[in-house]
């Protein structure tokens, strides 16, 4: 069987198909960074209307490209066996188009429907890089709009540890950025930046790093960048951006570690990994290599072109959900504040 996935949850429109065993036979992402990156962020509206206009042209292209794959000119939607598509979290007005496309072409053709959840993706995305990963394991999702600590009991038993109480660790980037006027994301130029810096530069706020639990809290660590930042310009020093960039990412990156230590030790697991658009980051990367690396955990992060929003990713919860018989109505509503889990199959078969 093979599966077509849908994601729209943000400001990417990709589609995939997948195979009955998980090889991914297209992806295509369909990006609308150039339409939000002169407001410094993501605009809704906006949003919405691009997925609207592009969804059916990345149909097109995710139906020939898997053609190719098969040595045929493109797929027919007779020639898949489902349709995944992320149902949340995310913004409503994303989800929304996705969802309705996908409820319309499963009412057009008759295949069954799929809901898949972002985050089980972001995290399922370790499986293109380990594929015997197996729970228990500890997770660190880090993302433009999500960043918590689970502590994958089984696939599809997670166990929240602790989540920001305030930014995300990927909107702390983005915010930086933009209060450098270095443009939307900001995760990629800083982090390209903070390659020439000294991490040790300037010191910034290591927020509940020894909070005894497992939230974490990132506005502080962003005003305090800002303030410095204010405080250079009206002294009329020069700002160091590499320096600034570094020692910035080091904040983030030093309470990820010290969250995820504590909580492989407390769980016991060997097996660590990282998902999430943030999961691109070289330092944050390394860091877990490293620290992770001493206690003789394994560290696994997904290949780089799987950190960020993709549909090949949604392919994989699908495919369990699929073998596991598990399916939505075509009644499906885009839920944005969708908790981990929900949606997901515990029943089915080791992952493909
Ligand atoms: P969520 O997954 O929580 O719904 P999202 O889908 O909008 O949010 P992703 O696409 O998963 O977010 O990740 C995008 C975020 O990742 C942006 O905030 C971006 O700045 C950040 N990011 C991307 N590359 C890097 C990097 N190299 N270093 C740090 N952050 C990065
Ligand atoms: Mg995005
Ligand atoms: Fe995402």
Redesign the pocket.
Not at 9 to 12: A, L
Not at 143 to 146: A, C, I, L, T
């Given at each position: 069987p093979l599966i077509l996935s849908v994601e729209s949850?943000?400001?990417?429109t990709a589609m995939a198909v997948t195979d009955s065993h998980g090889v991914v036979c297209a992806s295509v992402v369909a990006t609308q960074i150039d339409f939000h990156a002169r407001f410094g962020g993501?605009v809704p509206e906006i949003a919405s209307r691009k997925h609207t206009e592009a969804i059916v042209g990345v149909l097109e292209e995710t139906l020939a490209q898997a053609g190719a794959h098969f040595g045929v000119d493109t797929l027919a939607p007779d020639d898949l066996a489902a349709v995944g598509v992320t149902a949340g979290?995310?913004l409503v007005g994303a989800l929304v188009v996705g969802v309705a496309f996908s409820k319309g072409l499963c009412a057009a053709t008759g295949l069954p429907l799929i809901a898949v959840h972002?985050?089980e993706g972001?995290l399922m995305a370790n499986l293109f890089e380990t594929p015997d990963l197996k729970p228990p394991f500890v997770a660190s999702l880090v993302?433009?709009?999500?960043t918590m600590l689970v502590h994958v009991r089984a696939w599809g038993d997670y166990e929240v540890l602790g989540a920001t109480i305030d930014d995300?660790?990927?909107?702390a980037?983005?915010k930086v950025a933009k209060a450098l006027g270095l443009g939307y994301?900001?995760?990629?130029v800083?982090?390209k930046l903070a390659e020439k810096g000294n991490r040790k530069a300037i010191h910034f706020p290591r927020a509940m790093m020894h909070s005894g639990d497992y939230s974490f809290s990132l506005s502080g660590l962003k005003t305090s960048v800002i303030t410095y930042i204010n405080n250079e310009n009206r002294a009329g020093r020069p700002i160091n951006l590499p320096d600034l960039a570094a020692s910035f990412e080091a904040a983030v990156v030093d309470v990820q570690v010290a969250k995820a230590v504590t909580a492989v030790e407390q769980t016991g697991v060997s097996d660590v990994c990282i998902g999430?658009?943030?999961s691109?980051?070289?330092a944050?990367r390394e860091a877990y290599r490293r620290r992770f690396g001493r206690m003789g955990v394994r560290v696994t992060v997904p290949p780089l072109a799987a950190?960020?929003?993709n549909a090949a990713m949604i392919g994989i919860p699908a495919l369990r959900s699929y073998l596991a018989g598990d399916f939505a109505p075509l009644t499906l509503d885009a839920d944005p504040n969708a908790a981990l889990g929900t949606w997901s199959s515990p029943a089915a078969p080791v992952p493909p």
């Open positions: 949850s943000c400001d990417e993501v979290p995310g972002h985050l972001h993302s433009g709009g999500n995300a660790v990927g909107e980037f983005d994301p900001g995760g990629p800083i982090s999430g658009g943030v691109a980051n070289p944050l950190c960020g929003d």
